[in-house]
């Protein structure tokens, strides 16, 4: 449909095009307060444990059916989401127009509004009788939706190409089998606007046959052209997934990069984590790499049980490499703080805060993506007294781990 064309319904004239940039800026709310599962506004904010956040009910349904994050495919449980208050505060505090903006409505609220509004909207659609709502254009091929207005049938006839193309396809199906249904099948392909029959003061000149043919190669001519433009949307919509993915990627990268070296690490699945390492000494946990600047040092942090008695838990700092290193002084000298973060009693947190010693290997410039040499402490806290404490909760350790350099 070229740009600014109109429909009537009713005595008013509506220009399509301006209905799609309206939807449009209705429904793209900035990347940050946008769920990747809907596709729309945050609606009760979660944030995950690898940093994502979702619609609280969307991860909830994902998680369902799925165990990993649907962003960075990590694996996730219900434990590992978090009410995001603060999203939630940033989200009321932005403003969106009503959807039925298309209809008079110039009311801007927040979108955690928008849904009650809509039940009390002076400008939603009227709720028409059954026998008075607006029919599918394509109800003789067995698309039984109604409408409350021409807008909403727009919408779905854009929508649903597909299920369309396929109910057409299988009317084409039925014609070649029985020729018996031409004049059904006219008054389809009138309907549809596929096929003009003969003008009345016209005498016919085609025989039943051939005017069947006739309309048959228009729909197959027609479903040719559906099929060519679900194509085209299906490389559309795979460019902006990919592009979509691309831009997750630097989100994250960001959030690591300006965590401002205060990183928390939230150490999921405790009791079966502690349980495998005291089987394999060797295990070794690491968190996510975090920077202590936009542009400064790379650090990560290390768990395992103390290799000198496995009744303590081993936490230390490790640097990691960046693609600014050579811009970076070296070694790294600052102050690293460890704190074991007690749930409920801030009092009880175990905190140790210690300055770097350039001399040593573990702050000189990595050449490995991680320098295998840590520093901290091997025996930082008892198992036992972790557990009696409460500093487990949800079978989770939260450990922070603040960095500054001088």
């Known amino acids: 449909m070229a740009s600014g064309e109109r429909y009537k319904t009713g005595s008013s004239e509506i220009v399509l095009a301006q209905e799609s940039s309206i939807n449009d800026a209705y429904s793209a709310p900035e990347a940050r307060f946008e769920c990747p599962i809907c596709l729309a506004w945050l609606r009760d904010p979660v944030l995950t444990s690898c940093g994502h956040r979702f619609c609280r009910t969307c991860i909830h349904s994902w998680l369902e059916r799925e165990s990993a994050c649907p962003v960075d495919n990590i694996k996730l449980k219900k434990d590992d989401i978090f009410p995001d208050n603060f999203t939630r505060r940033e989200i009321s505090q932005q403003r969106t127009k009503c959807p039925n903006i298309i209809r008079g409505c110039l009311v ?3 979108p955690l509004d928008v849904e009650a509004h809509l039940m009390i909207c002076e ?5 028409l009788p059954e026998n008075e709502k607006v029919r599918c254009s394509f109800v003789d091929v067995g698309c039984d939706e109604k409408f409350e207005d021409e807008l909403e049938l727009q919408r779905h006839l854009e929508q649903f190409v597909q299920k369309h193309l396929t109910m057409l396809s299988q009317a084409y199906t039925k014609m070649m089998v029985n020729n018996n249904v031409a004049s059904s099948s006219s008054a389809i392909a009138q309907q ?5 029959p003969p003008a009345k003061n016209e005498s016919p000149t085609l025989s039943q046959d051939e005017n069947l043919q006739g309309l048959l190669k228009a729909l197959y001519e027609k479903i040719i052209f559906l099929e060519q433009k679900t194509r085209e949307q ?5 460019n902006m997934s990919e592009q979509i993915s691309s831009y997750n990627l630097s989100v994250m990268k960001l959030h690591q990069r300006y965590c401002n070296g205060c990183y928390l690490w939230y150490f ?3 009791k079966s984590k502690v349980n495998a390492m005291r089987e394999n000494p060797h295990i070794m946990h690491y968190s996510a790499g975090f920077y202590t600047s936009a ?7 290390r768990l395992n049980l103390s290799p000198k008695d496995n009744n303590y838990i081993a936490i230390l700092i490790h640097v990691m490499k960046t693609e600014h290193d050579n811009a970076l002084d070296w070694p790294f000298s600052g102050r690293l703080s460890i704190t074991i973060v007690h749930p409920t009693q801030p009092f ?3 905190k140790e805060t210690m300055m770097t010693r350039p001399e040593l290997e573990a702050f000189k410039r990595p050449v490995l993506d991680l320098n295998p040499k840590g520093f901290g402490y091997t025996e930082f806290a008892l198992l036992e007294e972790l557990i009696e404490q409460d500093f487990i909760y949800n079978n989770q350790l939260l450990i922070k781990v603040q960095a500054q350099p001088v």
Request: proline content about 3%; overall charge negative.
């Open 268 to 270: 999921n699945d405790f």
């Open 348 to 350: 009880r947190s175990i």
């Open 108 to 110: 801007e609220l927040s």
């Open 295 to 301: 542009n400064g040092y790379k650090l990560c942090v």
């Open 234 to 238: 299906d490389i559309i919509i795979a």
């Open 192 to 196: 549809a606007n596929f096929w003009d």
């Open 123 to 127: 400008y939603k659609a009227p709720e």
